[in-house]
């Protein structure tokens, strides 16, 4: 729509604007903020507290979206049982996030509106105002972002950022940022001379990354096809430890569990969702004692071909966004980057 | 966008029969005595309040709703043991009907083969009394049903039925007898022999535990029934019934919403279907 430029002064006063309006609507703004010498996306009540300059966070800012645990519903088993949807939705600014991550919302945003849309998910979406970051500088070498095309983004944002050293570029991209950004903020249009500077730093940006795919990740969905009976997965298999992480740091997981939780007179209780794993071992298990994804190996299968592969097919892009989070958090040195070009080389 | 597909609707049990040593046939009605508008093999969310949700097949047929449906459940699971506590007025949460079902409107004119086997009947049920509710429709019914033991064969008095029927042919098996069965013994596959088919103009339906699916497809590519024309139902863990949640998939397939009935052309090259 349209491109404004926002001193850094600006943004810190934005930033205030933001946390005030929000609580006050009972809303939040998430950001990311330092966590030892991680970062993670949690509200922000102090602007202070905003570490714009983070690296990548431990979990995807996709938890504001849908949270490692939420209600379903509330019931009561007194008398007459009955039960009630909740919809646990709030005004908020979901603020810096990363070009990789965006690219994975858009994602869950299709995920949640097919066939039987998700009202849960979808109200949240619908009340959140997302503010982007462009990346200036690689994360480190487990992000794989430029061999995805998440390197930069041009939807899926209403406000986008990029960091100009003494500004921010703001990218306008829906009447929702636009609203937002005349209600909390006092932004200039870009000048001719703003536009330059926009394009020097995202050119200059751009040989800082690096490719790590050593082919063409359109080819993934097709390789993949080629290696279901591949060694690798039985490798993988040996040294995995089934223990969920790379699905839980992964932006474009979406899988969940549903649980009955009640109070301790069994009277009332809640329907919980929380995220899932198809690695664990109990996943693919039915009641009757049948485990249908019973080994490792299959279940790291699963994991690379839903990333490479099936969801690609489904919606039309691929399941992996580079962010690195996977490689970075498995305990088994496991890399999803080797595991590609490794199928790469081979099939 | 505020209604959640999470949300069940409370419903009464009507009847609670024991019908297996570990089966319970479950008589509901939905609120106002609607009916559930089902197709012949779909599944519906079950809902035990404090307890949890699964996932069960419908084994009435639509043609017999009269403001109620069937659900045949084995106690094996959390919510299952905790629903075979319950009676007759007592509530359930129901959601669905999901899935895809059977395609009656394909098996018309033609001659249908049902190989259930064991609770795998549940489902067929739902199919094989919508296909006898309009017996003129269709040309031969063949029901070849196959049980582990002679008390475990579920809704007796029914198959009993098919079996005098003239325009049924209905054969049972149990893989182990007793001093009472004076009917065949074997697994389900002894019993094709018994039966001589026009495989071209034959639709065959399978359901059953996961060990028998690949021995009767073979019997039944055996008799020349093209893929085409074979039917099978599955069993995952359809957990939210509604392509979300991601118990369910059989490799790029959400066995809740592309199932749980498939067509055997379409999933034998999907490595983790049978």
Known sequence: ?347 | MTTSIYEPEMARLTKVEQIGPLEKLFAIELPDGRNLGHDPGQFVELSILGIGEAPISITSSPSRSNGSFELCVRQVGDVTNALHQMEAGDKVGIRGPFGHGFPVEKMRGKDVLFAPGGLGLAPLRSLINQVLDERSLFSRVIILCGAKRPEELLFRDELEEWVERDDVECHITVDRGNDEWDGHVGVITTLFPKVNINPRNTVAVTCGPPIMYRFVIMEMLGKGIPETQIYLSLERRMKCGVGKCGHCQINNLYCCQDGPVFNYADIKGIEEAL
């Not at chain 1, 490689?327 to 490794?342: E, K, L, P, Y």
Request: proline share 4%; with cysteine; hydrophobic share 35%.
């Open chain 1, 1 to 347: 729509m349209s491109l404004m430029i926002l001193d850094k002064e600006a943004l810190a006063s934005m930033v205030n604007a933001l946390t005030a309006g929000y609580a006050s609507q009972g809303g939040a703004v998430i950001g990311p903020r330092a966590k030892g010498s991680q970062f993670v996306f949690e509200p922000i009540s102090d602007p202070a507290h905003l570490r714009l300059d983070y690296d990548t966070s431990i979990l995807p800012p996709k938890k504001a979206l849908q949270p490692v645990e939420e209600r379903l519903a509330t019931y009561t088993m007194q008398g007459e049982p009955s039960i009630e949807a909740v919809i646990e939705a709030k005004p908020t600014v979901l603020l810096g996030v990363h070009t990789c991550d965006l690219h994975a919302i858009r994602l869950l945003d299709k995920v949640f509106s097919k066939d039987h849309p998700d009202a849960h998910y979808l109200k949240r979406r619908e009340q959140t105002v997302i503010i982007s970051l462009e990346c200036l500088e690689p994360c480190d070498e487990h992000s794989f972002c430029k061999s995805m095309g998440t390197l930069t983004a041009d939807e899926g944002y209403d406000l986008h950022l990029t960091d100009l050293g003494t500004a921010y570029a703001v990218d306008v991209a829906t009447e929702a940022g636009e609203k937002l950004l005349s209600k909390y903020a006092t932004a200039e249009e870009a000048s001719e001379e703003d536009i330059g500077r926009l394009n020097q730093v995202l050119s200059a940006k751009w040989p800082k990354f690096t490719y790590r795919l050593d082919f063409d990740p359109a080819e993934l969905p097709g390789l993949l096809s080629a290696a279901y009976d591949h060694p690798l997965w039985e490798e993988l298999g040996e040294r995995c430890f089934a223990c969920g992480s790379c699905t839980n740091v992964c932006p474009t997981c979406y899988c969940f569990n549903v649980v009955d939780e009640v109070n301790m007179m069994r009277t009332e209780g809640e329907r919980v969702r929380h995220w899932d794993s198809c690695q664990l071992d109990e996943f693919a298990r039915v009641a009757g004692g049948e485990n249908f994804r019973e080994a490792r190996s299959e279940r790291q299968r699963h994991r690379f071909m839903r990333k490479g592969k099936y969801i690609y097919e489904t919606f039309g892009e691929l399941g992996c966004v580079g962010c690195g989070r996977c490689v970075r958090t498995c305990v088994a040195s496991i890399s999803i980057i080797d595991g590609f070009n490794t199928i790469h080389e081979s099939v």
